[in-house]
């Protein structure tokens, strides 16, 4: 089947994603629905661009194919085009420039092909297939940056971005290709989905590799307590005394009990409050969360905004287990989420610098997933590094396997679905506040789970989350 279109307004985007979304299940390949959805709305982008292009030529009586009067329309191309924002789609309609993007399953086999009605010139070609080679090249998105980019072409930055999503999804480079067939220009993008397994591109960055090395272990005298408070022949007295006995452990677990993010009914005021009033699971969590902070805190900056988003995930996660009638995951839903940012302070205090471009970049591009992003800046996603941290510091499997796929659930093992759905979805909820992603682009599959039936279902839910956390703030203030 095909998708055809002039540009790609909002309609047009969400019946592709809805496309690549079904084709994608039919393979049982979900997991790699934020690369292929990444890679084919850059080329769908470049085809617009390169549209656009044609009609402005053919506008200002300019032969694309005479090199004098292309050198003369470049010159004013992307200054009028784009800078002045005199982009005229209609233009496009009036010279019968379309972009089709064509799906063909065989086999085991993925075929996507982006077609638009401009076929390239030689120098243009000759561009693009420079920048796939370099993108093949390239180890890490730290060199593609710092490579001066043609920012009067459409081949630029975000081909090499999408080629090496392709690459680090563990495709070879004949399985991307650009090419000009009489009067079209071809982007060809397969999915060779009968291998099982297929080996990623980039490895661990050597800096978080060794950083993870020397990250301190989790505070012994917090192990001595959770012990304690397993022992169902505890007294609520003595785990009070143990946590106690840490003045700082006691404020911070205060102050965590009291916080907008976890649900609590009414103010504590002292342990032995709090232990009554929120249960050993509870104190257990608030133990753990206690303790990744205080690690963390010593060793990195405090990225407030990041701990302040962690603390509202929470709330979400621990409400929508509530909501779904998921009582006995409470706990483990505000723990996981809460910690399911924790990857991300590591990358930050490792390569700020990357991580930043690497952030404006997804912002700009409006890519859905940071994650996948990060995979090919730094050769790891904050959630395989939470999960790596928490791996070391002998966590409990269930919250590093729900932190490790939160950011890709289709991919998590059935017995931990249940947890890393809740963790998803409520990372999603945030993420549209943040305006990182739609509602349109929440995962279907997630959706189905919880049966929130449509977009306006949806909202209403995040509408009831969103007030409830409000009157929590309320509350502790």
């Known amino acids: 089947m095909y998708l055809q279109f002039y540009y790609l307004n ?34 769908v982008n470049n085809a617009v661009k390169a549209n656009i292009k044609r009609a402005y030529f053919n506008d200002h009586n300019l032969n694309i194919n005479n090199t004098d009067d292309y050198v003369r329309g470049m010159r004013t191309f992307k200054s009028e085009a784009f800078e002045k924002e005199k982009i005229s789609f209609e233009e496009l309609v009036r010279h019968k420039l379309v972009v089709r993007v064509s799906f063909v399953s065989k086999n085991n086999r993925l075929a996507v092909h982006v077609i638009n009605n401009s076929p390239m010139l030689p120098q243009e070609q000759e561009k693009v297939q420079t920048k796939i080679d370099k993108a093949y090249a390239f180890p890490d998105i730290s060199e593609a940056f710092d490579e001066v980019l043609d920012d009067t072409e459409g081949a630029g930055l975000g081909l090499i971005m999408a080629v090496m999503l392709f690459k680090n999804a563990g495709f070879p480079k004949d399985l991307f290709r650009i090419t000009k067939k009489e009067n079209l220009t071809i982007a060809t993008v397969i999915l060779q989905l009968s291998l099982e397994k297929r080996e990623t591109a980039v490895p661990i960055a050597e800096e978080l590799a060794s950083e993870l090395d020397t990250i301190p272990a989790f505070p012994s005298n917090i192990k001595e307590i959770q012990i304690l408070c397993a022992n169902p022949d505890s007294k609520i007295k003595d785990i009070a005394e143990k946590i106690k006995r840490d003045p700082g452990l006691t404020t911070n677990i205060l102050k965590i009990a009291n916080s907008a993010g976890y649900m609590t009914i009414n103010r504590v005021s002292s342990i032995e409050e709090a232990v009554m009033k929120i249960g050993m699971k509870g104190i257990n969590a608030l133990l753990v969360a206690s303790g990744v902070q205080k690690v963390l805190e010593s060793r990195y900056k405090k990225f407030e905004t990041i701990w302040k988003d962690s603390y509202k995930t929470a709330f979400y996660c621990q409400r929508l287990a509530v909501k ?8 483990f839903a505000y723990l996981a989420a809460l910690l399911s ?41 904050h959630s395989t590094l939470g999960a790596m941290i928490l791996r070391k510091w002998k966590f409990n499997e269930a919250l590093v396997i729900s932190i490790e796929y939160h950011t890709r659930p289709h991919m998590v093992p ?21 305006s990182r992603i739609r509602y349109e682009l929440v995962d279907e599959s997630v959706l189905q789970y919880f049966d929130i039936a449509d977009k306006e279902e949806m909202i209403s839910l995040h509408e009831m989350l969103k007030r409830a956390y409000e009157v929590q703030l309320q509350e502790i203030k």
Not at 11 to 39: G, P, S, W
Not at 357 to 377: L, P, T
Not at 429 to 434: A, G, M
């Open 414 to 434: 059935n017995q931990y679905r249940e947890l890393t759905y809740l963790v998803y979805l409520s990372n999603a909820l945030i993420d549209v506040e943040h």
């Open 10 to 43: 909002s309609n047009a985007e969400i019946a592709l994603l809805k496309i690549i979304h079904l084709y994608l299940v039919r393979y049982d390949a979900l997991y790699l629905k934020e690369m292929l959805t990444t890679v084919v709305k850059e080329l």
């Open 341 to 381: 940012s924790i990857g991300k302070l590591v990358i930050l205090s490792i390569k700020p610098e990357i991580y930043e471009k690497i952030k404006n970049f997804v912002g700009y591009k409006e890519i859905s997933d940071a994650g996948i992003i990060e995979e090919i800046g730094l050769g790891i996603s």
């Open 324 to 331: 779904f009638k998921k009582q006995n995951l409470l706990e």
